[in-house]
């Protein structure tokens, strides 16, 4: 299993700012993503976190609202930028195992845009 | 795309009572996850299974592969089983790897 460390835990924010979701995995992995998860709602991915290159990202996502890093195996940081109140969401990082294909999920930020 | 459809959308057990939620999933998925998201928004892993039965004490899972199905048991509920409970299908191969959501099932345990 991985063990996934995600900050800040939950935080609210102005209408207009922006915030950095850290995700850090005790170990290498070569699969990362972000999620969204709206209230109420099931989880929806954002996008996948490509070591060394641009993320991929899904349809209705954007790379200049939705900014990723990941500079080596082990972290990633999304960014939520320009928020609006629409943005209030639980933003989770996950990882696949190296050994099947298992996903993991870090413990989420529980983000409210005022 | 991969279609994933959970059963009921919600429930409510008086504690001490058992309950079965199901997840049906269309074709080319080659594994199934069974999470349980807490009411502080963690989700935790409780099964990854393609096929077959798995136990981990009062939850246990059967996935039949062959007819696109997985079923998720709770025995005895207790209040701390409360929160929602998502099964994910896996599609992985030739480099990608996908993994769909269900809506979830919604479940309330009251003493």
């Known amino acids: 299993s991985a063990v996934i460390s995600q900050k800040p835990s939950r935080d609210i924010c102005q209408r207009g700012t922006s915030l950095t979701i850290q995700c850090q995995v005790d170990s290498q992995v070569t699969m990362m993503f972000w999620y969204r998860q709206q209230p109420g709602q099931s989880l929806t991915l954002i996008a996948t976190a490509n070591q060394g290159s641009e993320a991929t990202y899904e349809s209705g996502f954007v790379i200049d609202k939705f900014p990723i890093s990941r500079p080596n195996l082990t972290f990633s940081t999304l960014t939520v930028s320009n928020m609006s109140p629409e943005d209030s969401s639980i933003y989770l990082c996950s990882v696949v195992g190296q050994v099947n294909t298992e996903a993991f999920f870090g413990q989420g930020t529980r983000l409210t845009v005022v | 795309g991969i279609q994933v459809e959970q059963s009921p959308p919600d429930l409510i057990l008086q504690e001490g009572a058992n309950s079965t939620l199901r997840c049906n999933f269309s074709?080319?998925?080659?594994?199934l996850q069974w999470f349980h998201q807490n009411p502080w928004g963690q989700l935790i892993n409780l099964f990854y299974i393609p096929s077959g039965t798995k136990q981990n004490g009062r939850l246990s899972a059967t996935t039949v592969a062959t007819e696109r199905y997985s079923l998720l048991y709770i025995s005895s509920s207790q209040t701390t089983d409360s929160g929602v409970y998502f099964c994910a299908a896996i599609y992985s191969g030739a480099g990608s790897y996908q993994l769909t959501f269900g809506k979830g099932t919604k479940l309330s345990v009251i003493p």
């Open positions: 074709d080319s998925v080659n594994n």
